[in-house]
């Protein structure tokens, strides 16, 4: 079946602008996680869905980073006033359930480039 | 949170097994050891768990030491396609953080 998937696979804006990255999640899987990883380091965590609400975004590192999981599938990571510093690969992953012995299935990521 | 420490890198041999260790000396009774393995330019992929007892599956087998508080991961034939960064992560059962927390890994050269 399907994997995860997100889009797009690179963006490349401009310092200040709002970007809007997207992942659509394995059919059927409740949790869904975005993580960001930066060159040469682990994955970091940034938030988690249960269902369409956010049960821990506590590792959105300001109040520039939002995102939303209206109908309980796909997810939307927004970025407002983007900063150099933003440049990353955003990871998307889904789980069947967000148990400690859910496997999380990751997609490809988006690359971002802030100019 | 326990932490995980890991070497930074390891060398392989082609068709040769690798053994991957991981230190995780303030493990609690209720954490699960999970490891998983990121390609480059992929996300990461889960590779196998355990809990207490030693486990086996298509891709690899994980030997958990008596006291928990090591672990090794075992590639029984390394080949080229395993290259990667191997994270050797802990998941408490109960808890409320549902997140990984992945440290640097080990990255893995496998030489032909």
């Known amino acids: 079946g399907a994997g995860v998937s997100q889009t797009p696979s690179n963006k490349v804006t401009e310092k200040g602008k709002y970007v809007e990255l997207r992942c659509d999640p394995i059919?059927?899987?409740?949790?869904l996680y975005w993580y960001r990883q930066s060159l040469g380091q682990g994955p970091e965590f940034l938030i988690y869905?249960?269902?369409?609400?956010?049960?821990?975004d506590s590792g959105l590192p300001n109040d520039r980073f939002f995102a939303v999981r209206p109908e309980g599938s796909v997810s939307t990571l927004k970025i407002q006033r983007t900063e150099r510093g933003d440049s990353a690969v955003y990871l998307c992953?889904?789980?069947?359930?967000?148990?400690?012995?859910?496997?999380?299935?990751f997609g490809p990521g988006t690359r971002l480039t802030v100019l | 949170d326990a932490k995980t420490t890991q070497p930074n890198s390891m060398e392989s041999n082609e068709e040769e097994p690798v053994h991957l260790p991981c230190n995780h000396s303030t493990i609690s009774g209720t954490d699960y050891i999970h490891w998983y393995r990121q390609l480059p330019s992929q996300g990461p992929e889960y590779v196998i768990h355990g809990l207490t007892s030693n486990v086996n599956n298509r891709m690899a087998s994980l030997a958990i030491a008596e006291d928990r508080k090591s672990s090794t991961l075992i590639l029984h034939r390394a080949t080229l396609r395993d290259a990667a960064v191997y994270y050797c992560?802990?998941?408490?059962?109960?808890?409320?953080?549902?997140?990984?927390?992945f440290g640097s890994g080990t990255q893995l050269t496998v030489l032909p």
């Open positions: 059919s059927g899987h409740t949790a």
């Open positions: 869905f249960q269902g369409t609400g956010a049960a821990d």
């Open positions: 992953a889904s789980s069947l359930a967000s148990g400690a012995i859910n496997e999380q299935f």
């Open positions: 992560i802990l998941r408490h059962l109960s808890g409320s953080a549902r997140q990984l927390t």
